[in-house]
């Protein structure tokens, strides 16, 4: 896993975007941190820098409160991606994305990735309900193997921990199918004037995760990564091929044709 860049220059921009409570921060901080936080609403905007190989990704968190509803459209200016977060468990916030965020996103690059995910997959499929690490392993599973390496330890392999969806034998009504989520990422590229045939394909970016358990969360950011490759390509050329201007040599350059006017 590439280890968390401090101080340095983005090369490229990833922005999440969705309505209050649909655990934006908290994929985030899974993905970043390695654990689960219950959050207070972030206020604004935050970012974190990411170093991916040789390349730095900002992945910017925004606000879902209505009061900040319009710094969503300055985060999005030049992103290379864009992740459009709902709640499995909620029809609405998924209808938010294209009531509210969507021409947020006007901003954002001409061939920006748009990517579809519904979060706290944990509350509905029983799939996602065991912690996962990075490689998508059951981290009750890495446990248990680390344990028969120890020869002191003679208990069996403990039984992985309940959610509480699955102690009550019970998940949630799921009232956003990842059929939804397709129908909606085809819309997006409608509004956007793009055709289907030419962009990425829905399977692509279309996710389901959960940021409690880690269900999904590597897989969406670091397919996004890989995904957003050429744009950073592109505009590393393009600064190559861009004159600079050294203000020191300029500053220079004027104060000797300040004193040869000088009588």
Request: hydrophobic fraction near 35%.
């Amino acid at each position: 896993m590439p280890e968390l860049s401090k101080m340095k220059k983005p090369d490229v921009k990833v922005v999440l975007l969705g309505d209050m409570n649909v655990g934006k921060t908290s994929l985030l901080h899974r993905y970043t941190e390695r654990k689960f936080k219950d959050t207070i609403s972030t206020v604004g905007g935050a970012f974190f820098l990411k170093q991916w190989g040789p390349y730095n990704i900002s992945i910017w968190d925004t606000a879902g409160r209505e009061q900040f509803h319009g710094l969503g459209s300055m985060y999005c200016r030049g992103a290379a991606a864009v992740i459009l977060t709902y709640d499995v468990t909620n029809w609405q916030s998924l209808a938010e994305l294209e009531e509210r965020f969507l021409s947020l996103t006007d901003t954002a690059n001409h061939d920006c990735i748009y990517a579809i995910v519904g979060n706290k997959a944990d509350l509905t499929d029983p799939n996602a309900q065991l912690s996962q690490d990075s490689d998508g392993v059951s981290q009750d599973q890495t446990e248990c193997e680390e344990e028969r390496t120890e020869p002191q330890v003679l208990s069996a392999c403990p039984t992985p921990p309940a959610s509480p969806a699955s102690l009550s034998g019970m998940v949630l009504h799921k009232q956003v199918t990842h059929e939804d989520a397709v129908a909606l990422y085809g819309r997006i590229l409608r509004y956007k004037g793009l055709e289907e045939k030419s962009s990425l394909p829905a399977e692509k970016v279309c996710f389901e995760t959960s940021a409690k358990t880690g269900y999904n969360v590597d897989t969406l950011f670091e397919t996004l990564f890989d995904l957003v490759l050429p744009s950073i390509l592109r505009k590393r050329n393009e600064n190559q091929e861009s004159p600079t201007v050294d203000l020191e040599e300029c500053r220079g350059a004027s104060s000797k044709r300040a004193k040869s006017t000088c009588c």
